[in-house]
Nanobody
Framework: HVQLVESGGGLVQAGGSLRLSCAAS????????MGWFRQAPGKERESVAA????????RYADSVKGRFTISRDNAKNTAYLQMNSLQPEDTADYYC???????????????WGQGTQVTVSS
C-alpha cells in the first residue's frame, strides 16, 4: 500500500492558479497509477486526471482539459496537479489516489489521501 498526503489547496480568485502536491510513502509509488479526484458538496466524487506509472500517458476530464496538468516525479515519490484558470465550479475537496489499473473510476484506486480543499471565489 501507499500512504498519500495532499497539500497545496486553498482559496483563490477566479482565473487564478494552484498547484496540488501528493506526497507518497512506501516503495510502490513508482509502480502505481496515480489519479486526482474531486468531490464538491452534495456531488459524487469525480475523476479529474490520471497518469500512468512512467508519466507518459495522461487522461483528463473534459471539464479541466487545457487548464489542469497532472505530473509525477517518481524520484521524489510525488504527484502534482497544476490548476490554471480556476473557476468557481472547480471548488471541491481534491484527493489523490494510487492504484494498479489506469482508470478514471474511483473504485479502481486502492489508496487515498485525506484530501485538500480548493475554493475558487468569483
Amino acid at each position: 500500500h501507499v500512504q498519500l498526503v495532499e497539500s497545496g489547496g486553498g482559496l483563490v480568485q477566479a482565473g487564478g492558479s494552484l498547484r496540488l502536491s501528493c506526497a507518497a510513502s512506501g516503495r510502490t509509488f513508482a509502480s502505481s497509477v496515480m489519479g486526482w479526484f474531486r468531490q464538491a458538496p452534495g456531488k459524487e466524487r469525480e475523476s479529474v486526471a490520471a497518469i500512468s506509472r512512467g508519466g507518459d500517458v495522461r487522461r483528463y476530464a473534459d471539464s479541466v482539459k487545457g487548464r489542469f496538468t497532472i505530473s509525477r516525479d517518481n524520484a521524489k515519490n510525488t504527484a502534482y496537479l497544476q490548476m490554471n484558470s480556476l473557476q468557481p465550479e472547480d471548488t471541491a475537496d481534491y484527493y489523490c489516489a494510487a492504484g494498479t489499473t489506469f482508470s478514471t473510476r474511483p473504485r479502481d484506486y486502492l489508496d487515498w489521501g485525506q484530501g485538500t480543499q480548493v475554493t475558487v471565489s468569483s
